[in-house]
């Protein structure tokens, strides 16, 4: 029998239905969830196993990392004075911004983009994440946005994350296509087929914001997207309440991202749909804004809300998602369970992997976190260092005392293999 495991612990958060098992343990068969219960492990589960003493931390599902821009070039260190200046988020577009990283990314090497989020990855597994979307947009040419693409499948093959790759083209419009339409056409006939061709990514994803792309824009983009095959995202009400998040709920979008300036009315919308609601509040702490998104708001009326680290260049250069949940209950007022929730099994329905992980059920793929905590409020309650002390992937503990362990990383590379 391959890797059998019994981990001990006082605190195990499940995600199902906000469930928290007090003094219990689990049981790690070929690298997934065999058993899950109160007490002490019989001799039948202790048979032939390898047994994990984790009593005085806290194992959770894996966490997963439902927004990220992952590849791209370069950084933009360079717009913090104009941040602390006060300038606004479109001030900054204006003078470099998304464009910017697009010159980076253009310029960069196959092999310095590989490297570059090849680093990321491994200090996401070192902060306790297991699953990672990340989304194009940095290249907005064919060329590059198909190199990026094809990076992402790649960078599954060489680290234990999983990711799942999102095409972003309408991130925003290069400069040589001064015509917004002669570049949605671009994205629509030339792109987006070779994308769906080479089968490069799952979800395809719009940013619909005032002076990027209207509503308009976004729903035949969005309507097109379906007709392709792609699921939806949407970045959507980041700075303007446009109405995006209402028009992701009409689409059928699998999530609606940002919200900081969703309209009330368009709560309900998203909760009817089932649109989960990925929600940035690292990003919305980096730029310094007043507002976070309205997310117990959401939850009281029933959205599905997940948190992301919007890990990227501009907004939200932080590749931990425990600043994220920090912000969350610091900045948002979320309770500890919603957020634990909101980073493991709404997450992975943001990305449509709930039926493989994100809670803790028999069958699902032995993906965990062990934070160095007593209890989830702990988590919490301490903040501002790296509380993760260990990591399995597929059953194999990838992270061990805060340290990658090469072998059982090689263990999950074969198995993707």
Known sequence: MKNKQVLLSHSIYTAVEGQELVDGYLVLEEGRIAKLAHGEPSSADLKDAQVHDFRGQTITPGL????????????????????????????????????????????????????????????????????????????????TELRVLRINRELNKLQ????????????????????QAAYIKFILEEVMPQVQKEKLAEFCDIFCEEGIFSLEETREIGEAAKRMGFKLKIHADEIVPMGGAGLAADLGAVSSEHLMAIADEDIPKLA?????????PATTFFLRSEHFAPAKKMWDQGVTVAIASDYNPGSSPCENLQM??????????????????AVTLNAAKAICRDHEIGSLEVGKRADLTIFKALNPDYIFYHFGLNRVSHVFKDGWQVLRDGQIDQAALQSVLRTKR
């Open 64 to 143: 997963v990392d439902a927004h990220t821009h992952l590849v791209h070039g370069g950084s933009r260190e360079q717009e913090l004075a104009l941040k602390l200046a006060g300038a606004s988020y479109m001030e900054i577009h204006q003078e470099g911004g998304i464009k910017s990283t697009m010159r980076a990314t253009r310029e960069a090497t196959e092999a310095e983009l590989l490297d570059k989020a090849l680093a990321t990855l491994l200090s996401m597994l070192q902060h306790g994440t297991t699953t990672v979307e990340t989304k194009s947009g940095y290249g907005l040419d064919k060329e």
């Open 160 to 179: 234990p994350l999983d990711l799942v790759s999102t095409y972003m083209g309408a991130h925003d419009t290069p400069p040589e296509f001064p015509d």
């Open 272 to 280: 009817k749909s089932g649109t989960v609601a990925v929600l940035l």
């Open 324 to 341: 994220a949940m920090d912000m969350a209950c610091l900045g948002m007022g979320l309770q500890p369970l919603q957020i634990l929730k």
